[in-house]
């Protein structure tokens, strides 16, 4: 079976993969698809990509957004209306146009989110009542 991208430039290839890999719920920006698919610089090519694609490639296209974190379109355009649609059926919220990359933004560092330390619990200290006696 022949990949979607397979008449692709392999430009376009590597940055459709990397569009295909962000995970629902979060979003990044043009320059961060660029840099992640080793084109570091190249944010415009992203959005030509994206303006090029067809449907059928299934691109989950609304979760690149301006590196500031505000969606491309003007304010109030169809395309705005719907990338804030999809954008909140995966729990993001798009507020003034604009979404919260510091809680929305696709994981920038890797080795971070993967070798971190796990969090701290707090301990919790459990009270043991004494059987109530019925009378």
């Known amino acids: 079976m022949k990949s979607v991208d397979a008449k692709l430039k392999p430009d376009h290839?590597?940055?459709?993969?990397?569009?295909?890999?962000?995970?629902?719920?979060c979003v990044a920006s043009y320059g961060e698809v660029a840099e992640r698919a080793g084109l570091p610089r190249r944010a415009r090519l992203v959005a030509r990509v994206l303006r090029e694609a067809p449907p059928s490639a299934g691109l989950p296209w609304y979760r690149v957004l301006r590196a500031n974190g505000r969606i491309a379109f003007p304010a109030g355009s169809r395309g705005f209306r719907e990338q804030a649609r999809h954008l909140a059926a995966e729990?993001?919220?798009?507020?003034?146009?604009?979404?919260?990359?510091?809680?929305?933004?696709?994981?920038?560092?890797?080795?971070?989110?993967?070798?971190?330390?796990?969090?701290?619990?707090?301990?919790t200290t459990?009270?043991?009542?004494?059987p109530r006696t019925r009378g």
């Open 91 to 123: 729990g993001v919220l798009v507020v003034g146009g604009r979404v919260d990359v510091a809680v929305h933004g696709w994981d920038r560092n890797l080795d971070a989110v993967l070798w971190a330390p796990a969090p701290r619990r707090k301990k």
């Open 126 to 130: 459990i009270t043991r009542r004494s």
């Open 13 to 25: 290839s590597a940055i459709r993969r990397v569009i295909r890999s962000i995970p629902p719920g």
